[in-house]
Nanobody, 117 residues
Framework: QVQLVESGGGLVQPGGSLRLSCAAS??????????MSWYRQAPGKERELVAT????????NYADSVRGRFTISRDNTKNTVYLQMNSLKPEDTAVYYC????????WGQGTQVTVSS
């Protein structure tokens, strides 16, 4: 059974930085075989795709709203995906989740990111 455990969220001022982590376990195949993504859901809005990292070459893609500010990375030896978030804006406030791409039905609990002065 797949488990995804996100951590690293918190309250940060505009312009600040956070680094999110997602520990994954229970995959049928080796973790490195899976494309992984970060998603987020703001209050009253639908969940949206933020960033994706490929399985082998680690090719990355970003939503326009975060490109140049966020960096997704992975450590396949630790079955972990990271999201480095810099120059945070109030509109980045959301619960952040990781999942495969495309996403599975099972989601973790997410980690809350609040950007406010």
């Amino acid at each position: 059974q797949v488990q995804l455990v996100e951590s690293g969220g918190g309250l940060v001022q505009p312009g600040g930085s956070l680094r999110l982590s997602c520990a994954a376990s229970g995959f049928t195949f080796t973790f490195s075989n899976y494309r992984m993504s970060w998603y987020r859901q703001a209050p009253g809005k639908e969940r949206e795709l933020v960033a994706t990292i490929g399985s082998s070459l680690g090719v990355t893609n970003y939503a326009d709203s975060v490109r140049g500010r966020f960096t997704i990375s992975r450590d396949n030896t630790k079955n972990t995906v990271y999201l480095q978030m810099n120059s945070l804006k109030p509109e980045d406030t959301a619960v952040y989740y990781c999942n495969t791409y495309p996403s599975r039905r099972t989601w973790g609990q997410g980690t809350q990111v609040t950007v406010s002065s």
